[in-house]
């Protein structure tokens, strides 16, 4: 089993910063990507960045600027956001897509989200 925990979650200030990690325990042959998603009060979970094995990143195209997402070490990953909104307050999740095994196929798992809440 794999289990991903979030911290770094809480209040901050519009404008302010936060910086989210993500850390991954268990057994894993290898990482395809790593990601964080948001979920917002009466939405659907949203994609929100996605880092590769290789570096490679993509952010979601309304976040471009102001996020940043990294990896810290083969199973812990960052999300720095800077110049926050109220409209940014959600539940954010990571993500991790792995191999468990040389054979097996690959899967997918979450974090239980952290909340941000940007307000004055």
């Known amino acids: 089993q794999v289990h991903l925990v979030e911290s770094g979650g809480g209040w901050v200030q519009p404008g302010g910063s936060r910086r989210l990690s993500c850390a991954a325990s268990?057994?894993?042959?290898?990482?395809?990507?790593m990601a964080w998603y948001r979920q917002a009060p009466g939405e659907q979970r949203k994609f929100v960045a996605v880092?590769?094995?290789?570096?490679?990143t993509n952010i979601s195209g309304s976040l471009k600027g102001r996020f940043a997402i990294s990896r810290d070490n083969a199973k812990m990953w960052s999300l720095q956001m800077n110049d926050l909104a109220p409209e940014d307050t959600a539940v954010y999740f990571c993500?991790?897509?792995?191999?468990?095994?040389?054979?097996?196929?690959?899967?997918?798992?979450w974090g239980q989200g952290i909340q941000v809440t940007v307000s004055s």
């Open positions: 880092i590769s094995t290789n570096g490679d």
């Open positions: 268990g057994s894993i042959f290898r990482v395809n990507a």
């Open positions: 993500n991790i897509a792995l191999l468990r095994a040389p054979d097996s196929d690959y899967e997918n798992y």
